[in-house]
């Protein structure tokens, strides 16, 4: 099963729809799709924490918070990381640090590509990058 690394903006973008209209139909194809166990969604731990933080700040409780986003670990994946994927990231090729562990993340699970609405900040990816739309358009699903 094709592994698929979900940036923060795109698994952000399912739960709050807020994503252009048509990538917002392009991120719910897709999770559909790994619902029906046709890719393996992975997340790292930071875009499950900052899901977390997001869903605190619009129902102002952690419990419900917490239960929405444990919710999504019954579809999708936390990956591992490993921290000598990290001696890749720094400043020079990663101007957006978040992106750059992100990017070491989706090294560390052994994903095949990671989906995102901001492709233009994983110039320096070995893994193809793709936005959510175009993962469809060209074959990924």
């Not at 903006?9 to 917002?24: G, K, T, Y």
């Not at 194809?29 to 790994?34: A, G, K, L, M, P």
Request: glycine share 4%; charged share 25%; net charge negative.
């Amino acid at each position: 099963m094709k592994k698929i690394f979900l940036d923060t903006n795109v698994l952000l973008s399912f739960h709050f729809c807020d994503a252009e209209p048509i990538q917002q139909k392009a991120i719910d194809f897709i999770f559909q799709e790994i619902q029906d166990d046709k890719f393996k969604g992975i997340i790292s731990i930071i875009s499950f924490y900052q899901l977390l933080y997001f869903l605190e700040k619009k129902y102002a409780s952690a419990k419900i918070a917490s239960n929405r986003a444990y919710a999504y670990l019954e579809l999708l994946e936390i990956g591992k990381f490993d921290p000598k994927k990290l001696e890749g990231v720094n400043y020079d090729y990663w101007p957006d640090y978040e992106d750059g562990l992100q990017y070491a993340s989706a090294l560390s699970c052994d994903a095949e590509v990671i989906i995102t609405t901001n492709s233009k900040d994983f110039f320096s990816s070995k893994i193809e990058v793709i936005d959510p739309l175009n993962f469809i358009l060209l074959g990924g699903i």
